[in-house]
């Protein structure tokens, strides 16, 4: 089930909201965790009723995994253990994820002919999967003792953060489950858990989603479109990956306010970073501090000198490349913006130096080019897209008007170039150039005349523009 659909706003998410509140003076919180899992579930499996039993193994197993690396007594036996459910876990991942990925590449490395499957990608699995990883990490390091198995469950399944995200380490989420007050309705986090899902929703259908077509239609053509078509489609994706997956993070953070659950944050403003290191500190946080917890400090992070850092940091940014899918392009993507990280870390204090408008807008260019790699079906697509940016045989602005056109409806030429580049300068103004994000917005937010009015305004528009849904884009991975 996806957030921004008329079945999730107006039917699922009312009825849970109800019962789940309904029940809090007659029935226990047990009981109410159990239906929350129970609901979570029917979301998750609403399009595939098979990943539902995909979910209940992985918690079953890992929650084993749990009570005996938090019970055995003998420290090789833990150990053992725990190693067996972070293999289970990358195992899981693995299969459904880069199976296909690495027979194909041993397929054409050694001309062999190993068949590969028919493998449907549990949605939301990268997520869930390095979410267990990190608890199990949480559990071997004692850091925070084995819930019940049903606050466990919860915290896995729990379906404002299942499919994307943000990704909530145990220590965030499970002393809240066991907190008694927050079982109850509450107006005040159920107002500012709706104000923030809106606007998520209003960035996700009604941006986002009028940019997808230009970016689709711009990278169906890549060897036909020219320099103009090539920028203005590559600033447009820019601006839809971010307003898709933030816009999720949004709604998921409202949503779970809404039932008095505080998830972390996971987007801030991060096209106004100064630097690539900046900007993954502002960019999909949870998933930073995840790989910080899994890949960086294992290895050993900083502690043991210049050399050693940038090889971790490599590495890191490496497994994030492939951790967002089973492509090159995902690969090289990671190994990009690894090479920059490790370069602002040498060279860090003459950059230092460098005026912060230059520095923003470099690290914006090198985003928005690396975000090419990110869309592209290919490495050689890829290539070529950049070329037309950087090295272009002509520098054309014609044909702009052509990435908007549905064949449906055809406006004059001066009209669909002032329509994607008014939008492109409007978004790109207001990410640059507007005090408040919707996170600060949220965490300032008063309940008033005015900000319902503006909500109900931003909402009804939302409303209007569901006809056009389409998955987020964050589901693919």
Not at 423 to 433: C, D, E, P, Q
Not at 435 to 461: E, Q, R, V
Request: glycine fraction near 6%; charge should be positive.
């Amino acid at each position: 089930m996806i957030f921004s659909t008329y079945t999730f706003i107006f039917i699922f998410l009312p009825i849970v909201l109800i019962i789940y509140f309904g029940i809090s003076k007659v029935a226990s919180k047990k009981i109410q965790h159990i239906f929350l899992i129970l609901a979570s579930l029917v979301f998750y499996g609403y399009s595939n009723p098979w990943y539902v039993l995909l979910i209940l193994v992985s918690i079953i197993l890992n929650y084993f995994v749990a009570i005996k690396i938090e019970t055995e007594k003998n420290k090789y036996t833990r150990k053992f253990v725990f190693i067996l459910g972070v293999i289970f876990n990358v195992g899981l991942l693995g299969y459904f994820k880069y199976y296909n990925f690495f027979i194909d590449n041993l397929n054409e490395i050694f001309s062999t002919s190993y068949n590969l499957k028919h493998i449907i990608l549990p949605v939301g699995i990268s997520f869930f999967t390095f979410q267990q990883i990190a608890t199990l990490i949480s559990f071997w390091k004692r850091d925070i003792k084995v819930p019940s198995f049903i606050d466990y469950s919860l915290f896995i399944s729990f379906f404002p953060q299942l499919v994307a995200g943000p990704i909530v380490f145990a220590q965030d989420i499970i002393p809240q489950y066991c907190d008694d007050k927050r079982r109850f309705f509450n107006l005040n986090n159920f107002s500012k858990g709706i104000f923030i899902f809106i606007i998520g929703l209003f960035k996700k259908i009604v941006i986002a989603d009028s940019l997808s077509h230009v970016v689709s239609q711009g990278f169906l053509q890549t060897e036909y479109i020219n320099f103009g078509q090539a920028w203005v489609s590559s600033i447009s994706y820019t601006l839809q990956i971010f307003f898709d997956f933030s816009g999720y993070s949004d709604m998921a953070i409202g949503l779970a306010k809404m039932f008095n659950f505080d998830l972390p944050i996971n987007f801030y403003s991060p096209y106004k970073s100064k630097s690539i290191t900046e900007f993954w500190k502002r960019w999909h946080i949870t998933l930073g501090r995840s790989l910080a917890v899994l890949i960086y400090f294992p290895l050993g992070g900083n502690r043991k000198g210049l050399p050693r850092t940038c090889l971790n940091l490599f590495i890191v940014f490496l497994v994030s490349g492939i951790w967002h899918g089973a492509s090159w392009t995902f690969i090289f993507w990671g190994i990009m913006h690894g090479f920059v990280c490790i370069f602002e870390k040498l060279f860090a204090k003459y950059l230092d130096k460098i005026s912060g408008f230059i520095r923003v807008f470099f690290t914006f260019m090198f985003v928005n080019a690396a975000w090419v790699l990110f869309r592209a079906k290919t490495i050689d697509q890829a290539i070529i897209f950049l070329k037309k940016m950087f090295l272009p045989e002509t520098i054309s602005f014609t044909r702009i008007p052509y990435l908007t056109r549905d064949g449906i409806l055809n406006y004059p030429d001066w009209m669909e170039v002032s329509y994607i580049i008014g939008m492109i300068a409007i978004l790109l103004s207001i990410l640059f150039f507007y005090p408040k994000n919707s996170i600060d917005l949220y965490n300032n937010f008063s309940p008033n005349k005015k900000t319902g009015f503006i909500i109900a305004i931003i909402f009804c528009i939302s409303i209007i523009h569901l006809s056009k849904v389409s998955p987020f884009i964050y589901f693919n991975f």
